[in-house]
């Protein structure tokens, strides 16, 4: 089965760090640029962070700038979105997906989704 599996969700204080991750099953990540992407409650889906198939081009939405770094290792299948200084506003379900390449910071029809995991910023 083909899917892409993040982790690493969870409760942190304003101020505070989170890395997640986003493993690939079924298929390898070598071939496509991986982007995270967030959905706050009530409001759109939103790009945050796209990375290309070498890592080489990286880009952020200004809201995250700065803030989040977003890398991978292919020898393990996986990208992680390293996430420091968080805010409230960061609140949201947090989503990876692949795709032959980023549109900047965003991609255009991704081929591959994960199911998401929460992450929650408040103290």
């Known amino acids: 089965q083909l899917q892409l599996v993040e982790s690493g969700g969870g409760l942190v204080q304003p101020g505070g760090s989170l890395r997640l991750s986003c493993a690939a099953s079924?298929?390898?990540?070598?071939?496509?640029?991986i982007g995270w992407f967030r959905q706050a409650p009530g409001k759109e889906r939103e790009g945050v962070s796209c990375?290309?198939?070498?890592?080489?081009?990286?880009n952020y939405a200004d809201s995250v700038k700065g803030r989040f770094t977003i890398s991978r290792d292919n020898a393990r299948n996986t990208v992680y979105l390293q996430m420091n200084s968080l805010k409230p506003e960061d609140t949201a379900v947090y989503y990876c997906?692949?795709?032959?390449?980023?549109?900047?910071?965003?991609?255009?029809?991704?081929?591959?989704w994960g199911q998401g995991t929460q992450v929650t910023v408040s103290s």
């Open positions: 079924g298929f390898t990540l070598d071939y496509y640029a």
């Open positions: 997906a692949a795709d032959l390449h980023c549109s900047g910071y965003l991609m255009e029809g991704p081929e591959y």
């Open positions: 990375i290309s198939t070498s890592g080489g081009s990286t």
